[in-house]
Structures are given as structure tokens and as C-alpha cells.
């Protein structure tokens, strides 16, 4: 005979997210698009192993922390000045998976660059999404540039810029911290510290214990998270936001992930991480941890996530045919936007 307790049903887990102003529908959403983000990811990778695009800068492990920071901002009133992993972002700010396949193959209809640009060169002035140079860091004084023009315009909105933890030893990371400090602009440096600048690890970057650290030396907030966790992450930059808002200044969110592919498509670190660092990344996979909170709570149930996997699987498919099929640049239009016509 069965006891009384055995009949229990499990109580779910508490949901974490509605302390922080979250609903099921938001984290749903913030799950998709991780889960979008990690689709469209793979899909580059192999159409460039495959020979069919030139190039891939992956972000597979932080689809997190991205996910979690752009859903503390406002697409409307806010813009972004991401590096070139910051995929995540630019999908909830606008971008679509057409996009960024058209960005992936170099075609014409390529919304960042007409198929001149390397991948992962976002801009969108429709989307607020500030486009990058090639080379690391440039992006971050200018967000601080176009924080400085709203305050003169009197726009109140926050400027975001994303960088990796190398990214952070180059002289335009420390001339625009210190900037932005001195005049309190609403700016939020989001860094993604995933361990590694190309082949050089964590603990030959850094003297200090944290990027966060560094905060302090120009005088704003420094604060480092688990950026496997979309909730922690959303946590420190929804506060770093409404900071800039509220006319306080800037903020340094650090978040903590693994990045899980070598640097590049050109990359293979095996020469440089063991077989059991990379085997133990893969036992921090953001988007298994947070599928099994969202089931664990009951937001999501195994048939619900299965179909958000299947629509993304139709979208991303559906975007590679269309991008593969469509027309390349023409040679004679390589100058243009380059020169005055």
C-alpha cells in the first residue's frame, strides 16, 4: 500500500523571476531567443565548415548573459555598441535570423554592410544598434560619445557597450571608463569575460582578481555575476540601467561564462585548452541550466519546449535558404559608402 506522502506531488521550485519584475511570458522569451541565438550560431559554424561562409566569431555558452542583459534595456529608448560575440543582443533589439544570415553568406540585402563587413559587425540605425570596427575596443568610446550627446541633448537614455575581459587592457576601454566617470554618463560597460583573449587565459590578462575591479578607479559601481545565469545577469544591469537613468552615472557589470568554441572559425584551441577543460565547458551550458529551471518551476513543460526548439529550427531554416539563394554584391558597387558620389 502506498503512504500518504508518496502521493505528494513535488512542490516546483520557487520562481526566481518574479522577484525580479519578470512574468513567465518574459522568461519564456528570454529562452527563446538564447535558444535562437544558439541556433543560429551552430548553423554558421557548420556552413563554414562546410565551405559555404568565410568566417564565424561564435558566442555558443553566452547566449546567457547576453539574453539577460538586452532584456534590461529598452530597445526604443536605448542603444547598444556591441562587440562582435553580442549576437543575443542584437536579435532582441531587432535583428532577425534573415539578417544575420545575409550577414553570414555576404550578400547584398546584408543589413549591417551590403556584404562588405566581417560577420558579427552589427548596425542598425532603424534597430539602435551602433555599428564596430574590426579592431577591439573602439566601440566602447563611442558609447560613451553618444551617452555624452544625449545629456547635451537632454535625451535620457543609456548607452551599452560589450567587450570581452582582453578588450578590457586596451586604452580605449580605461580613456573612456575614466571619461564617463568624471562626467556621471549614463553608460553601462557590460564585459564578457570569457576566459580567454584568443589563446591567452584569464590569469595572464589580469593583475587584479576581477575586470570589476577596475571599476573603482573611475569611480562607479564594478559588480561581477555568473553570466550563466540570464536572472543574475538581468539582475545587475536592470540596477546598472536605472542607475544611468536616475542621472548616478555608470556601472561595470562583469559576467562570468565559458566560451565553448575555439575563438574563431580560423581557431583551434586545442592547442592551447586541455581535453578536460574542454569537456568540463560543456557541463556549464546556460541554455541546459536554464531550460531545466524554467521546467523545474513550471514555466515550461518538455512538449512546450520541444515546439519553441522546432520553431526555431523552421525559422533559422528558413533563413539560410533565403540567404544562400540571394544575390551577392555587385564588384562595381565596392567603393560605395567609402567615397563621395
Not at 147 to 167: I, P
Not at 193 to 214: F, G, T
Request: aromatic share 8%.
Amino acid at each position: 500500500m502506498m503512504n500518504a506522502q508518496s502521493l505528494e506531488v513535488p512542490a516546483m521550485i520557487a520562481k526566481r523571476h518574479d522577484k525580479l519584475g519578470l512574468t513567465d511570458h518574459d522568461v519564456v522569451k528570454m529562452y527563446h531567443f538564447m535558444l535562437k541565438t544558439r541556433g543560429l550560431d551552430d548553423r554558421m559554424w557548420l556552413l563554414n565548415r562546410a565551405g559555404k561562409v568565410p568566417f564565424v566569431v561564435s558566442c555558443k555558452g553566452q547566449e546567457a548573459a547576453q539574453i539577460g542583459a538586452a532584456f534590461a534595456l529598452n530597445p526604443v529608448r536605448d542603444y547598444v555598441l556591441p562587440y562582435y560575440r553580442d549576437l543575443g543582443v542584437v536579435l532582441v533589439f531587432g535583428q532577425t535570423a534573415k539578417d544575420v544570415m545575409l550577414s553570414a553568406f555576404a550578400k547584398q540585402e546584408d543589413p549591417n554592410s551590403g556584404g562588405r563587413q566581417m560577420p558579427g559587425h552589427f548596425g542598425s540605425r532603424e534597430h539602435h544598434i551602433v555599428t564596430g570596427s574590426s579592431p577591439v575596443s573602439t566601440q566602447i568610446p563611442h558609447a560613451v560619445g553618444i551617452a555624452l550627446a544625449a545629456r547635451m541633448k537632454g535625451h535620457n537614455l543609456v548607452a551599452y557597450t560589450s567587450f570581452g575581459e582582453g578588450s578590457s587592457n586596451q586604452g580605449d576601454f580605461h580613456e573612456a571608463a575614466n571619461f564617463a566617470g568624471v562626467h556621471r554618463l549614463p553608460v553601462v560597460f557590460f564585459c564578457e569575460n570569457n576566459k580567454y583573449a584568443i589563446s591567452v587565459p584569464l590569469r595572464k590578462e589580469l593583475a587584479c582578481e576581477h575586470v570589476s575591479d577596475r571599476a573603482v578607479g573611475y569611480g562607479f559601481p564594478g559588480v561581477t555575476v555568473d553570466g550563466n545565469d540570464p536572472l543574475a545577469v538581468y539582475a545587475a544591469m536592470k540596477e546598472a540601467v536605472a542607475r544611468a537613468l536616475d542621472g548616478q552615472g555608470p556601472s561595470l557589470v562583469e559576467a562570468m561564462m565559458d566560451r565553448m568554441n575555439p575563438h574563431s572559425s580560423d581557431d583551434d584551441d586545442r592547442t592551447y585548452r586541455s581535453k578536460d577543460e574542454l569537456e568540463e565547458v560543456k557541463s556549464h551550458d546556460p541554455i541546459l541550466s536554464f531550460r531545466d529551471y524554467l521546467l523545474d518551476c513550471g514555466v515550461l513543460t518538455e512538449a512546450s519546449e520541444k515546439a519553441l526548439r522546432e520553431e526555431v529550427t523552421v525559422e533559422i531554416n528558413v533563413a539560410t535558404t533565403y540567404a544562400e539563394k540571394a544575390p551577392y554584391p555587385h564588384p562595381e558597387q565596392a567603393l560605395r559608402y567609402v567615397f563621395a558620389e
